[in-house]
C-alpha cells in the first residue's frame, strides 16, 4: 500500500467511518490535535524518565489513539473502548506525584528540565485538543461520555507531571508572581 493516494490533494480528507470532509473541519481539527498531543509524548518518552513514568506516558498515548479514532468515526461504525478514556487511572497518577511535591503557592514558569519543559508543551497542547472536541461537541454532539473529562484531566496530569519531573531532578520551579501586588490567590481566583 502506498503511503500517498492523492486523494486530498485538493483540500479534503476520508474519514474513518467514511464520506469526505475539508482539512479544516472541527472533527479533523479535533482529532489531529489529539494526533499532535500523541506525538509530542512520544518526543518526552525520549527522555530519560523514571520507568513507571514511561509506562504511564505510553498507556496514555494508546489511549490517545482510541480517542482519535472515535473522532474519526462519527457514524460509529467500529467499536471502541470507552475505558480507555477513564479519568480514574490519571486522578490516581495525579495524586501519585503529587503526594511528592511541596505544595503549589504561585503559578510557576514552564521550564526546568527538559523533560519537565516538554511535559508543559504537551500540557498546552492537550488543552488546544480539549478546546477543540469541546467546540465539536457543542457544534454537532454525540461524543461519547467522559471524553472532555478526560482530556481535561491529562492536562492536569501533565502539569503535575512537570512538577514531578523538576523534582526528580533537583530544579527549582520558577515562580511567576504579577508585578501589581496582587497575590498569586486573587489572580486565580
Given at each position: 500500500?502506498?503511503?500517498?493516494?492523492?486523494?486530498?490533494?485538493?483540500?479534503?480528507t476520508s474519514?474513518?467511518?467514511g464520506?469526505?470532509?475539508?482539512?479544516?473541519?472541527?472533527?479533523?481539527?479535533?482529532?489531529?490535535?489529539?494526533?499532535?498531543?500523541?506525538?509530542?509524548l512520544?518526543?518526552?518518552?525520549?527522555?530519560?524518565?523514571?520507568?513507571?513514568?514511561?509506562?504511564?506516558?505510553?498507556?496514555?498515548?494508546?489511549?490517545?489513539?482510541?480517542?482519535?479514532?472515535?473522532?474519526?468515526?462519527?457514524?460509529?461504525?467500529?467499536?471502541?473502548?470507552?475505558?480507555?478514556?477513564?479519568?480514574?487511572?490519571?486522578?490516581?497518577?495525579?495524586?501519585?506525584?503529587?503526594?511528592?511535591?511541596?505544595?503549589?503557592?504561585?503559578?510557576?514558569?514552564?521550564?526546568?528540565?527538559?523533560?519537565?519543559?516538554?511535559?508543559?508543551?504537551v500540557?498546552?497542547?492537550?488543552?488546544?485538543?480539549?478546546?477543540?472536541?469541546?467546540?465539536?461537541?457543542?457544534?454537532?454532539?454525540?461524543?461519547?461520555s467522559?471524553?472532555?473529562?478526560?482530556?481535561?484531566?491529562?492536562?492536569?496530569?501533565?502539569?503535575?507531571?512537570?512538577?514531578?519531573?523538576?523534582?526528580r531532578d533537583?530544579?527549582?520551579?520558577?515562580?511567576?508572581?504579577?508585578?501589581?501586588?496582587?497575590?498569586s490567590?486573587e489572580?486565580?481566583?
Open positions: 500500500m502506498k503511503i500517498y493516494t492523492r486523494t486530498g490533494d485538493a483540500g479534503e474519514l474513518f467511518s464520506g469526505r470532509v475539508r482539512k479544516d473541519d472541527a472533527r479533523i481539527e479535533a482529532y489531529g490535535t489529539v494526533d499532535e498531543m500523541a506525538s509530542f512520544g518526543l518526552l518518552r525520549c527522555e530519560p524518565l523514571p520507568t513507571e513514568v514511561q509506562r504511564r506516558l505510553e498507556e496514555i498515548q494508546r489511549a490517545l489513539f482510541e480517542v482519535g479514532s472515535v473522532l474519526a468515526d462519527p457514524a460509529r461504525r467500529t467499536a471502541h473502548d470507552e475505558d480507555s478514556w477513564s479519568c480514574a487511572p490519571i486522578e490516581a497518577w495525579i495524586d501519585e506525584m503529587d503526594a511528592e511535591l511541596p505544595p503549589l503557592r504561585a503559578f510557576i514558569l514552564p521550564g526546568g528540565s527538559r523533560a519537565a519543559a516538554l511535559a508543559h508543551v500540557r498546552t497542547v492537550c488543552r488546544r485538543a480539549e478546546r477543540r472536541v469541546n467546540l465539536l461537541q457543542a457544534d454537532r454532539g454525540g461524543l461519547p467522559g471524553l472532555l473529562a478526560y482530556l481535561n484531566r491529562l492536562s492536569d496530569a501533565f502539569f503535575v507531571l512537570a512538577r514531578f519531573l523538576n523534582l533537583g530544579r527549582a520551579e520558577t515562580e511567576w508572581r504579577p508585578r501589581s501586588g496582587a497575590s490567590s489572580v486565580a481566583g
